[in-house]
């Protein structure tokens, strides 16, 4: 079967860092994806790894390690518009089939 | 603007009623998708489409159905709403399936 496994909920404070794990067995691997979504809005999209290793994108760095099925997403300097759901999503190999996201983490920065 | 349009934006009917979700995309993207939020269930796939006239299920897709005739529109059909299809719509699209996709801005639809 395929499962994409995350936290549900993580709070954290401003000007920390967190990170936020996502483990998945699909059948198959291309690519995994991690999505913001604001409460009430549409996800938009952070980072995309399909090989090993770590992505950095400002104050977001995105983790991959293909063996172990395994994923997380680093939030440096947390500001208070980062709370927020954040969504893996995992492309698997099939032709055609788009991506398969969990169920999403939500979270709370305090001040 | 690079932008996916979905209307409406909410909608409230009743069971029975026949309703169209349009989406439209002005990206010339060749890969388009919908998918249903719901609490607790995530975002779940309901059609996907990889070019004009090709279309294929996801994951939920009893109950809707879809047609792709131009690159740029793929509108969701719900031929007969029911109340478990109450939920937060999504239309995305991508260049190609691998791709990031880009997400409208939903439709919420409550079906009485």
């Known amino acids: 079967g395929q499962n994409i496994d995350q936290p549900t909920e993580m709070t954290a404070t401003e000007g920390a860092i967190v990170q936020i794990n996502c483990t998945y067995q699909?059948?198959?691997?291309?690519?995994l994806f991690w999505y913001q979504q604001h409460a009430g809005e549409a996800p938009t999209f952070l980072s995309y790894n399909v090989l090993d290793g770590l992505e950095e994108k400002g104050r977001f760095s995105s983790f991959l390690s293909r063996s172990k099925g395994y994923s997380y997403l680093l939030l440096k300097e947390l500001q208070m518009k980062d709370s927020a759901s954040y969504l893996c999503a995992v492309k698997n190999n099939q032709a055609g089939t788009a991506l398969i996201f969990g169920k999403g983490t939500t979270l709370s920065v305090s001040s | 603007e690079a932008q996916v349009t979905q209307n409406p934006r909410y909608l409230i009917t009743v069971t029975g009623k026949k309703l169209t979700v349009t989406c439209s995309q002005n990206m010339n993207h060749e890969y388009m998708s919908w998918y249903r939020q719901d609490p607790g269930l995530g975002l779940r796939q309901i059609y996907y489409s990889m070019n004009v006239e090709v279309t294929d299920k996801g994951d939920v897709p009893e109950g809707y159905k879809v047609s792709r005739k131009e690159k740029r529109n793929f509108p969701l059909i719900l031929e007969s709403p029911s109340p478990n299809q109450t939920s937060l719509y999504f239309c995305?699209?991508?260049?190609?399936?691998?791709?990031?996709?880009?997400f409208g801005d939903g439709t919420r639809l409550s079906i009485l």
């Open positions: 699909t059948s198959g691997f291309n690519g």
């Open positions: 995305a699209s991508s260049p190609q399936g691998v791709q990031p996709q880009h």
